[in-house]
C-alpha cells in the first residue's frame, strides 16, 4: 500500500480543464491517483470496485460480523488493485476504517484478497508518539528522593580543573586551589541563559510586556554573580517573582519604584442614610 508521503499531487490547471480528473465521491481519499500512463482498462476496474461484498466478507471472517460497519469507498493503488474501506464497529477504535486490499490481473473475472489492516481515520483516537525513555524526563518531574544523573558527556558540563570561561569563577579557583569535579560549561551556561531569557521571567512574558518597569532597577533585584549576572538575578520580592531566576529587562507591577496610589486605597462609595428606612418602618409599625 502506497504511504501518503509517496502520494503524488495533480496539477492545479490539469484538475481545472480536464473533468477526468475530479475525484470521485465514492473513492477512497487516501488512496494513491494512480498516474495517467498506467490508468485502469475499464473491465479490470470493474471487477476490482465491485468487489466490495468479497472485501466485507474477509473482514467478517478476520474479525467477525459485528465488528464492520458503514462502506466508505474505494480507491486504487495501482492498476491492478485497490483498496476498500469500511468503518470499524471495535471498542477502543472509534474513528478507526477497515482496509481491505483487492488485486486482480488483466482478464480475471474476479478479484482476491490481499490484506486486511485496521487503519486510522481522520477523527481516530491516536497513541501519543513515541519518546524514548531517556527524553521522557522534563523540567519539574524531579521530585524528593529521586536521582538524576547527568548524561554521558554531557555538553553543559566540563571537568573542573578546566577554565570555564567566566573569569570570577576562575579567578577564584585559582585563589583558594579548590575546584569542582564538575563545573558549568560554556555551551551549558548559554544554554541555561537561552532557557531563562525566553521562559516565563524573560522580557517576552506576558507579565514582562504588561509594563514599562524592568527588574534591573528594581530595588528586589539580586544580580547574579559572574557572567550571568550582566543578564540574569535574583526576585526577593515575596509578592512577585520570589527566589526565581528574572532577567534584567524582565518586570512586573511589584516594582520598587511603583507608585502608591492616589487616596486612601478604599474604594469610595455614596452614602447611605439607614435612619430613613428606620422612619419608615416605625410609621408603619404606628
Known amino acids: 500500500m502506497i504511504e501518503p508521503s509517496q502520494q503524488s499531487e495533480p496539477d492545479p490547471a490539469q484538475a481545472e480543464t480536464d473533468p477526468a480528473q475530479e475525484p470521485d465521491p465514492g473513492q477512497d481519499p487516501e488512496a494513491a491517483p494512480v498516474p495517467a500512463s498506467q490508468e485502469v ?7 476490482l470496485t465491485g468487489a466490495v461484498d468479497a ?4 473482514i467478517v471472517e478476520f474479525s467477525g460480523e459485528n465488528t464492520v460497519g458503514e462502506y466508505l469507498g474505494a480507491g486504487f493503488e495501482d492498476p491492478t488493485s485497490a483498496t476498500h474501506r469500511f468503518l470499524a464497529e471495535l471498542p477502543g477504535y ?8 483487492v488485486a486482480a490481473c488483466p482478464g480475471a473475472a474476479q478479484a482476491t484478497i ?28 524531579l521530585g524528593p528522593g529521586d536521582l ?19 573569569p570570577e569563577i576562575d579567578d577564584l579557583a585559582a585563589e583558594i586551589g579548590l575546584g569542582r569535579r564538575q563545573v558549568l560549561s560554556l555551551w551549558g551556561r548559554n544554554d541555561a541563559a537561552q532557557r531563562w531569557h525566553d521562559g516565563d521571567y ?7 510586556k504588561s509594563t514599562r518597569r524592568m527588574c534591573r ?21 515575596e509578592f512577585a517573582a520570589d527566589g526565581h531566576v528574572v532577567d534584567a529587562e524582565y518586570g512586573c507591577g511589584a516594582h520598587s519604584d511603583t507608585p502608591a496610589p492616589a487616596g486612601t486605597g478604599s474604594p469610595l462609595y ?17
Open 41 to 47: 482498462p475499464p473491465d479490470l476496474a470493474a471487477v
Open 55 to 58: 472485501a466485507r466478507a474477509a
Open 94 to 101: 472509534r474513528g478507526w476504517q477497515w482496509a481491505v486490499v
Open 114 to 141: 490481499s490484506e486486511v489492516v485496521l487503519v486510522p481515520g481522520p477523527t481516530a483516537l491516536l497513541a501519543p508518539k513515541w519518546v524514548p525513555w531517556d527524553e521522557r524526563v522534563r523540567p519539574g518531574d
Open 148 to 166: 538524576l544523573a547527568p548524561p554521558t558527556d554531557d555538553p553543559r558540563l566540563v571537568p573542573g580543573y578546566m577554565a570555564t570561561g567566566d
Open 202 to 208: 524573560g522580557p517576552g512574558s506576558a507579565m514582562a
Open 217 to 237: 532597577d528594581c530595588g528586589f533585584y539580586v544580580p547574579l554573580g559572574g557572567a550571568l549576572g550582566v543578564m540574569f538575578g535574583v526576585c526577593a520580592n
Open 270 to 286: 455614596d452614602p447611605y442614610d439607614d435612619g430613613v428606612l428606620d422612619m419608615v418602618e416605625q410609621r408603619a409599625d404606628g
